[in-house]
């Protein structure tokens, strides 16, 4: 399989390097406005044509992102978007799958499904609330992350008492009703996500690490490698994981 790569940040990076060392698939494209890195073969994705991949993972800066995927539509390009940050349309008719995720990691998933199943036990026992943090590196672009929005859109869907969103540090008190997303940058640190439901007894958190990017990286290849299978239209982790078998 011919897999193009647009972004070559740290996760475009990663990502060149772990279809290197697996050897399945060839990288036929990197593309990045501004790296210059050798690595790199193209400017931009309108330099792309149709027959330059069979897939194309795409983890450039956000405000690419409308483009690109117009252009993805254009040329009927299966695509994996994973950058965060950017709202879209898509078109009422595509020519290829194309699937959007804050997060492709398939412990985040399993993180996902942990928070919705809470959500649903938490209305029978209104004695706990709930909230949502957020850590990362000092120098990811968005806030709250892609992945923070995911956990509390899964939890606001089930758990009735909480039907708004919060968003950062709020001066004063917040509403019952009112789910907070708390967002921490600092140093380095991958990703870090958790849900804190908290009562006058006790308080419980289910959280997930990422040690590395390792994870985020591996689920985008598999989602690529899943893409290309598919019909047109446009796809969520949650399809991809309910193929997979899902959590249930």
């Excluded at 908290?198 to 591996?218: E, K, L, P, V, W």
């Amino acid at each position: 399989m011919k897999v193009a790569i647009s972004g070559y940040g740290r996760m475009g990076k990663l990502i060149y390097s772990m279809l290197k060392a697996e050897g399945k698939h060839h990288v036929s494209a990197v593309i990045d406005p501004f790296c210059t890195s050798g690595e790199v073969t193209h400017r931009s994705v309108s330099e792309i044509t149709d027959s330059a991949a069979d897939v194309i993972i795409d983890f450039s800066a956000p405000s690419a992102m409308e483009e690109n995927i117009r252009r993805y539509i254009e040329l009927g390009i299966p695509a994996v978007i994973g950058t965060t940050g950017f709202s879209f349309t898509p078109p009422s008719s595509l020519k290829a799958g194309i699937i959007i995720s804050g997060n492709f990691s398939i412990g985040v998933s399993l993180f996902i499904a942990l928070v919705k199943k809470a959500g649903e036990l938490l209305n029978s026992v209104p004695d706990y609330d709930a909230a949502i943090t957020e850590t990362h590196h000092r120098n990811k672009a968005d806030s709250p992350s892609g992945t923070a929005l995911m956990a509390a859109n899964a939890l606001m869907s089930v758990l009735e008492r909480k039907t708004e969103l919060v968003i950062g540090n709020t001066e004063g008190k917040i509403k019952a009703n009112q789910l907070q997303i708390s967002s921490l940058r600092v140093g380095s640190v991958p990703g870090e996500h958790s849900l804190i439901l908290d009562s006058d007894a006790d308080t419980i958190a289910i959280t997930h690490t990422a040690r590395n990017r390792n994870g985020f990286a591996s689920g985008a290849i598999k989602a690529a490698e899943w893409i290309t299978a598919q019909k047109p239209g446009l796809y969520t982790m949650d399809d991809f994981i309910a193929d997979l078998g899902g959590f249930a």
